[in-house]
């Protein structure tokens, strides 16, 4: 093993071989994650290195015609991530997960229930968990939360604060009554948010 990697070093097949450029491309990856705090630092490297090897065209081969598409790194990166935390490809994810490049995210799936407050439980509970995993973000905004339940038609305005109360699912953070509280996933929350994701993704 050590004879293959002196071989790969001095015999100048990562300057002619299809490793060129590949070192400089890992040291600038590298030195992007390291901007992060540690607990993102390799979803960090992944997003990079992804990014930085799509546009970088193979040596000895002409670059392919440009391609319009809509998925965006932080999509591919972020929903990659997360679908391999719950078990399913990647390709059932993004046909119930969009992420635009701003980091808003969209939720086309559903999920089971009938009452508003169950609903609104699990929609927000999938919703939190995609903004913590896909997007590293701990913390959801309640504003987020409501136009979210607002959209899924599981909106209770009367009641929307008390059921996340309620829920073991999320903790509230902020005084009560304030406009800028946030929501975050409790341990319950995340293993009840990745199982009904995982089921949206099978269906």
């Not at 913590?132 to 305005?157: F, H, M, S, W």
């Not at 509230?172 to 995340?190: F, H, I, P, V």
Request: net charge neutral; hydrophobic share 35%; glycine share 8%.
């Amino acid at each position: 093993m050590e004879r293959t990697n002196t071989a790969t070093a001095t015999d100048g097949r990562d300057e002619n071989g299809n490793l060129a450029g590949l070192a400089g491309v890992v040291t600038e990856a590298v030195a992007f994650a390291d901007k992060w705090p540690e607990t993102y630092r390799a979803r960090a490297f992944d997003l990079a290195l992804e990014k930085l090897i799509s546009a970088t065209p193979s040596v000895g081969n002409p670059a392919p015609a440009a391609v319009s598409a809509p998925v965006t790194p932080i999509v591919t990166g972020g929903i990659s991530a997360v679908a391999r935390e719950i078990g399913v490809e990647p390709r059932l994810l993004t046909r119930i997960v969009e992420i635009s490049e701003e980091g808003r995210i969209s939720l086309l799936g559903r999920v089971d229930g009938r009452k508003n407050s169950e609903l609104q439980v699990k929609y927000s509970a999938v919703y939190c968990y995609l903004q913590e995993k896909a997007l590293g973000q701990l913390n959801t905004p309640i504003v987020e939360l409501r136009a979210l339940c607002q959209d899924r038609g599981c909106y209770d305005g009367d009641n929307f604060t008390s059921y996340f109360r309620n829920s073991d699912l999320f903790r509230e953070l902020g005084e009560k009554g304030a406009r800028d509280r946030t929501y975050r996933l409790s341990n319950k929350g995340l293993e009840e948010a990745k199982a009904l994701l995982k089921a949206m993704a099978e269906q």
